[in-house]
């Protein structure tokens, strides 16, 4: 960061600001230009506030020449991150299917689907108990009934699971769960965010519907300060001005973060288009482009769906898209593992 100061401040002024800031382990260089003094900063920029710097009234102005963010940083570590859940691997050039019904709606209907998923290859099973839906009046989930049946499928296929976290007082009742979601509407909820970090489970992070890159990465950037070391991003779409799909699939973002992060990204055809017509070429679009996984909703019977059954793909169309995106992976020197 470069920070940008009066050329003839009183020099008790700068060296206090020098000492706030080196006080937090960052290292300063100061510069004499002709119209002003460059004071670079290079270290752990969190632990700073930033805002506060650019109040002081010796400066006049703060240039980022890096993010923000610093443990999500490719900056601070080159190699990829590579997520193991109960043996699957994220990242790193191995990529993982995740499917499953958006809601858990009954034993009968999350282990049917399971057996059917675990024999079409899929590596995590994904399924919602606590959902965060935008009407009070629509199905909320099965809560702690949801959870347990899908411990049951999971103990009856071997599928490790993921399930979406809406609330810090839920976390004892997640003990089962293998790995955390924290969907769009939660990605801000810097409470939860702090309590899950400290969990030491994978959390998969969606990204808000209308948060920029840098923001997304600030929320795993909560996740990682508090010890967590595998955090999954999944682009699920964001909200633009086009309505013929329920968001728009920000294809960019996954080479953008793949130079910015090293953690693993997936994508989430189902949420972005919000019609199960889309959902095959959306996922083929997300592997092209590098991403290390796709979580794809599947229901045995979309029409009779409690939520998002507009999205929702059946197992056998599942198992297409499976076949299709797994024959371009080798072309983009990725394995399943
Ligand atoms: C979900 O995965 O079912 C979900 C609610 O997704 P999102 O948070 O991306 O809307
Ligand atoms: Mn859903």
Known sequence: ??????KNCEIEKLDSLINRIE??????????CEDYVVLSVSGDLSKIDVE?????DIVLGIKRVTEPFYLASRKNKKRDTVVDVCGRKIGGGNFCFIAGPCAVESEKQIVETAI?????????LRG?????RTSPYSFQGLGVEGL????????ETGLPVVSEITSVNQLDLFSDIDVLQIGARGMQNFELLKEVGKSNKPILLK???SATIEEWLLSAEYLLSQGCKDVILCERG???HEPTSRATLDLSSIPVLKELTHLPVIVDPSHASGNARYVKSLSLAGVAVGADGVMIEVHPSPETALSDGAQAVTPSVFNDIYKDVTRILPIINKRID
């Open 128 to 132: 919602g108990a606590f959902k965060p």
């Open 1 to 6: 960061m470069i920070i940008l100061v009066k």
């Open 23 to 32: 006080r937090h382990g960052l290292k300063t260089d100061t510069f004499n």
């Open 148 to 155: 347990k049946y899908l411990s049951q499928a999971k103990k």
């Open 116 to 124: 059917q998923l675990k024999k079409a290859g899929v590596q995590i």
């Open 238 to 240: 964001i909200r633009t």
């Open 207 to 209: 990204r808000a519907i």
């Open 52 to 56: 506060a710097v650019r109040a002081n």
